[in-house]
């Protein structure tokens, strides 16, 4: 192979994207009528083809003003939405009033002509990376086939059928929607499990039914010269790479392919190497083995930087790009684990990583509305979170590409499970070819992507009657093995036959004193559940609807229930109204989820990982999530914020509450990979601001996890039923600091304490806002949120400001605009004439 630093080759032409608003939508047969169809003798296809000319549908001259506008990527339900045809299906309980759509077959059409630089190309494909559910396609009248499934991505080959001058008409056309009812059944299939789609669409615990028909990922019409690359699989092992190549040539072909590195989010060295091929006329493969001496690798965030690097790899004038990675992947085991327990520490670079992160769902039910602004600025919360993991649930999608690449920028693995959840599956031949050509696909669309941790069967299925030897999972774990060699593969989340992970849960509050004995391996689903902020709540609960009895609350899964009941941690407070429900609500998830993850890290090595269910939710609901359907983060996102950071203090207790007014714990240092050296301040507060106890102590502790000691405090004389502990550590890499709430007995005075005063300033540069906090009054100021009318990513909130402490929170736009200085101030005892705003 020749190395050359010279620029790779011009490309003659780039795919041509026809995603946009110029497209039409319509729908013009009954569910019944087409049931009848399908009765009838002639074919299916020749019965909607003769419908769909007749209306119009496939001529670039039909049905001008039958149809209605639309844009692609979209659906059925984006299209009406579009068109003011029906309110949104996400506020009250509009769902169903939509519902009809699913019962009709929809038509989506584009007329256009192709740009002059794809005039020459000898190949042209018609490329659907996301067709949800069952289409036939249509090009200037011609019928180009059929589709079932919404993973794999479909391609046709219109060489001859495309119009170079002229305009063309293209055409898909979907069946009506499949009707699959939520029901986990214990033996046998559930009705979802028949269809290869998101399942969760058919309705979960947290999510109502609505199954959208329509053009979910972005089309592109693909040229080609006489050879090209039709797919390839980047494996590193150090600095050694092999590079293995499928092409297509239309004849006997001889040339070279170049490939170029061009470090894509750090300052580094490019690489540039070219290598000569002789292709038959055909299928063609070829593996390319070579060194690149000092490459900089790829770590998971909180252990080094995600580097990437952009790979342009061309043949006869045609690029692929992607980004790559160099970064060496392997499970290991468990100290202490029994035999025959599964591998579940990751290891990267041959580091072991303490996995932190949560459960990732779908963005939204109606999946074409995902943008690539949407994953970025999800995954962004993420990192503020200090996370290094999503689990993509198996009810769920195949997400866009766009959600890997940014979990390959911010440094977070992907555990990825196949489409299956609560359920078991089909076994007869006719599924296992349709997921095999399934699997196949989603493996080569994720195998490239450094963030591509782990294959997984699916979500629960061991709990309906799967077994590891099954045939559907033995086959997903030798295409793995086969397609993406290196990559793990286990068969249910969790592994019911194996020690380790099982069983999932709890996903509701619990007592401290619970998960002080709560073991697992790996955690990979525990959660608790809560309301999201007030502003959120108003946007899809009337205003007419009282909490908790409204109708919209319990459509929308507040639930009252069971152990998910929320009013089980709510006992402890007087909480009246939306937003202090929300607040205390959301108080509970937040002690919940920053003890759970605090208690595993304290748990390490034993312990490799804990994912939190959930991330984040497909609409808007009073359920799991950690942040809202509209992207606004809920308060137990920032206490995971410290208690995953990389180092971090924490305090082993019994509960959020002290019934006997005494505050008894453990002090425990946890860290990835640093040391600590410097001083660490205890003080707390009670909710009249008296300070009821103060120490600093000199610590030097090692890197992982340390007992530090004892803690015994005396608070039976707090005022208000409050105490405020804050935790302050300094050294050379400067100051970490975190807090706790407790209870005296309880927080039923939490929204009745005497009004704090906090003075504030603000400071913009750019993209970025600084706001100075200072606690000029007598009493703690509770969880203190600081707000913008604009999308701002906030790395603190909510935190609780001791009298006289000063705090700065930091935030940045999400989007490449300039912060504005409108922020406004709120707290749990903070009103409004109690905030000053001071000017720097």
């Keep these: 192979m020749k190395t050359d630093s010279a620029q790779c080759e011009k490309t003659h032409f780039v795919d041509w994207l026809l995603d946009g608003p110029d497209w039409q939508a319509g729908y013009f047969l009954s569910e019944k009528?087409?049931?009848?169809?399908k009765r009838r003798s002639r074919t299916l296809q020749h019965q909607l083809l003769d419908s769909a000319r007749s209306a119009g549908i496939t001529s670039p001259d039909g049905a001008k003003g039958n149809l209605l506008p639309a844009s692609i990527p979209g659906c059925d339900r984006s299209v009406l939405l579009e068109n003011g045809l029906i309110p949104d299906p996400f506020y009250g309980r509009n769902m169903h009033t939509s519902s009809w759509s699913e019962k009709y077959s929809w038509a989506f059409r584009k007329c256009f002509k192709i740009p002059k630089e794809l005039h020459s190309a000898r190949q042209l494909r018609l490329c659907f990376k996301g067709i949800d559910y069952q289409a036939m396609f249509f090009l200037n009248d011609n019928f180009l086939g059929t589709h079932t499934g919404m993973f794999i991505p479909v391609e046709f080959e219109v060489t001859t059928l495309i119009h170079r001058e002229s305009e063309n008409c293209l055409a898909v056309i979907f069946e009506p929607a499949p009707d699959g009812l939520p029901n986990h059944c214990e033996k046998d299939p559930a009705d979802f499990a028949a269809f290869h789609r998101m399942q969760c669409g058919f309705g979960w615990d947290w999510a109502r039914k609505i199954v959208p028909t329509g053009i979910w990922d972005s089309v592109l019409l693909s040229p080609s010269n006489t050879a090209r690359i039709k797919d390839f699989h980047w494996q590193t092992a150090n600095e050694f790479v092999s590079l293995s190549m499928e092409m297509e040539a239309l004849e006997n072909w001889t040339g070279e392919v170049s490939i170029r590195l061009v470090p894509e989010n750090f300052d580094g060295e490019s690489f540039a190497l070219r290598e000569s091929l002789s292709l038959q006329h055909g299928s063609n493969s070829k593996t390319l083995k070579f060194t690149l001496e000092n490459a900089e690798k790829w770590y998971p965030a909180g252990y080094g930087q995600p580097s990437l690097y952009k790979l342009f790899l061309t043949l006869d004038g045609i690029t692929k790009t992607a980004l790559v990675a160099f970064r060496d992947l392997e499970m290991r085991r468990n100290p202490g684990t029994p035999e025959g327990a599964r591998n579940l520490t990751f290891t990267v670079n041959g580091i072991e990583i303490f996995a932190r992160g949560a459960n990732w769902v779908p963005i939204d039910l109606l999946p074409s509305r995902a943008t690539d602004?949407?994953?970025?600025?999800?995954?962004?919360?993420?990192?503020?979170?200090?996370?290094?993991?999503?689990?993509?649930?198996?009810?769920?999608?195949?997400?866009?590409?766009?959600?890997?690449?940014?979990?390959d920028r911010?440094?977070?693995?992907?555990?990825?499970?196949?489409?299956?959840?609560?359920?078991?599956?089909?076994?007869?031949?006719?599924?296992?070819?349709l997921k095999s050509k399934e699997a196949s696909a989603i493996i080569r669309k994720l195998r490239n992507h450094a963030s591509t941790a782990?294959?997984?069967?699916?979500?629960?299925?061991?709990?309906?009657?799967?077994?590891?030897?099954?045939?559907?999972y033995l086959m997903y774990e030798n295409l793995v093995h086969r397609l993406a060699p290196g990559v793990a593969f286990h068969t249910s989340s969790p592994d019911a036959s194996r020690p380790g992970e099982r069983p999932h849960g709890p996903w509701n509050y619990r007592e401290h004193a619970f998960y002080n004995s709560h073991f697992r391996n790996f955690a990979s689903e525990i959660g608790c559940n809560a309301m999201p902020e007030v502003e959120s709540l108003s946007r899809f609960i009337p205003d007419t609807e009282p909490v908790p009895d409204g109708q919209s609350w319990k459509y929308h899964f507040l639930n009252l229930h069971g152990a998910h009941d929320v009013r089980i941690p709510l006992q402890g407070f007087d909480a009246t109204g939306n937003r202090e429900w929300s607040q205390a609500s959301m108080f509970a998830q937040a002690d919940a989820a920053g003890y759970i993850f605090e208690h595993y890290r304290r748990q390490a090595p034993q312990a490799s990982g804990c994912l939190f269910w959930q991330f984040n939710e497909p609409w808007p609901t009073c359920a799991w999530s950690l942040i809202d359907y509209y992207k606004t983060p809920k308060m137990a996102l920032y206490r995971l914020a410290c208690a995953n950071a990389p180092r971090a203090f924490s305090i082993e207790d019994q509960s959020w509450c002290l019934g006997d007014g005494q505050l008894a714990g453990t002090l425990w240092y946890c860290?990835?990979?640093?040391?600590?050296?410097g001083t660490l301040k205890i003080e707390l507060w009670d909710g009249a601001g008296n300070n009821l106890f103060s120490e600093e102590m000199r610590l030097t502790l090692d890197k992982g996890v340390q007992r530090i000691q004892q803690l015994q405090y005396d608070c039976h004389?707090?005022?208000h039923g409050i105490v405020l502990v804050?935790?302050?550590?300094?050294?050379?890499?400067?100051?970490?600091?975190?807090?706790?709430?407790?209870?005296?007995?309880?927080?039923?005075?939490?929204?009745?304490?005497?009004?704090?005063?906090?003075?504030?300033?603000?400071?913009t540069t750019g993209q970025q806002l600084e706001v100075r906090l200072n606690n000029t009054g007598r009493v703690p100021a509770l969880a203190v949120r600081a707000q913008a009318k604009q999308s701002l990513l906030w790395q603190q909130n909510y935190c609780s400001l001791a009298p006289g402490e000063c705090l700065v929170y930091h935030a940045q736009a999400s989007a490449s605009t300039p912060v504005a200085e409108e922020i406004t101030l709120s707290g749990w005892n903070l009103p409004n004439n109690n905030i000053v705003r001071n000017e720097r």
């Design 373 to 407: 602004a949407d994953y970025r600025e999800l995954v962004q919360w993420a990192g503020v979170a200090h996370f290094n993991m999503f689990r993509v649930w198996g009810g769920g999608l195949i997400e866009k590409e766009a959600f890997y690449e940014c979990c």
């Design 671 to 677: 860290s990835d990979r640093e040391e600590f050296n």
């Design 410 to 433: 911010q440094g977070i693995l992907v555990w990825q499970e196949f489409p299956h959840a609560c359920s078991n599956y089909r076994k007869d031949a006719e599924y296992l070819a």
């Design 454 to 472: 782990l294959f997984c069967g699916g979500n629960e299925v061991q709990y309906y009657g799967e077994i590891p030897d099954s045939p559907l």
């Design 33 to 37: 009528e087409y049931d009848n169809w």
């Design 717 to 719: 004389n707090a005022k």
């Design 726 to 763: 804050v935790l302050n550590a300094t050294d050379a890499r400067g100051l970490m600091r975190s807090e706790r709430l407790y209870g005296v007995p309880d927080f039923k005075a939490a929204f009745r304490l005497p009004p704090a005063t906090i003075e504030y300033s603000v400071q």
